[in-house]
């Protein structure tokens, strides 16, 4: 038998418990998810806001909340996922301080990429921590370097019935392929360019994760993509002798 732990922790028991109620009851509104938790509304927006924030949940077009892409139902991802964290942590830290810019890690997993560790840069204006978040892989720049490297029938395998204009996603990934890089121009977030570069497998087989440096548009320059794609590429070699 399970008993309550005697310091817990109320606001985490309280956003546990309401990821829970999402995943399995279903939508709520704010004033029943303060009811169901005994909570103010104004608590309860709060915990629902968190949840988003870290895709538990999502807010539809009738303002009610519900499960989000943690909560449901995921496609395996084929990286080994500690080992890439460990190996990369160093290398992006180092990799921010080269550039100044804030630097994520994503492994593929079906047709979403998962965010698996970031390293804030020190700017003021600057793109924040996404660890744990879940995107459509083909809008985000590390998704499609990832997906550009799957050979066409898996791609087509991957988006089989999907509402993903495919033969529109193989022209930009074939220019993905010619570049060696990717670049998200304010697909997923307005106010958000990132470039993305995939790193490969030490045995030479498809690649492990992506990297992608994440900035805002504004401080987005052209004349300065061959800087970054060269930081991210000695930074995706290094990963991979760290993973050989």
């Not at 509304?41 to 988003?52: E, F, Y």
């Not at 744990?132 to 998704?143: D, F, I, M, Q």
Request: contains cysteine; proline residues 7%; hydrophobic residues 45%.
């Amino acid at each position: 038998m399970k008993n309550k732990p005697p310091y817990a922790i109320e606001s985490v028991d309280h956003a546990l418990h309401l990821a829970t109620l999402l995943q399995q009851e279903g939508p709520l509104g704010v004033s029943e998810a303060a009811a169901r938790l005994g909570v103010s509304r104004s608590t309860a927006h709060r915990l629902l806001a968190m949840l988003v924030y870290r895709d538990f949940a999502e807010q539809g077009d009738d303002r009610r909340y519900q499960a989000g892409p943690v909560l449901r139902p995921a496609d395996p991802v084929g990286a080994p996922v500690a080992l890439l964290r460990q190996a990369a942590m160093p290398h992006l830290r180092a990799l921010v301080a080269r550039t100044r810019e804030t630097v994520n890690l994503q492994v593929l997993a079906g047709t979403e990429v998962r965010f698996l560790a970031t390293v804030e840069c020190d700017q003021v204006l600057r793109v924040g921590d996404r660890a744990g978040r879940v995107l459509p892989a083909h809008l985000v720049s590390g998704g499609k370097a990832l997906l550009a490297a799957l050979p066409p029938a898996e791609l087509t395998r991957r988006y089989a019935g999907s509402a993903v204009n495919l033969t529109r996603l193989r022209r930009e990934l074939g220019l993905v392929r010619r570049r060696g890089f990717a670049v998200n121009d304010q697909a997923t977030e307005t106010g958000l360019t990132a470039v993305g570069f995939a790193v490969p497998w030490p045995s030479g087989a498809e690649p492990a994760a992506a990297l992608s440096l994440a900035l805002p548009s504004a401080r987005f320059d052209h004349d300065l993509l061959p800087t970054w794609v060269g930081a991210l590429s000695a930074t995706a070699t290094a990963i991979r002798h760290e993973l050989g």
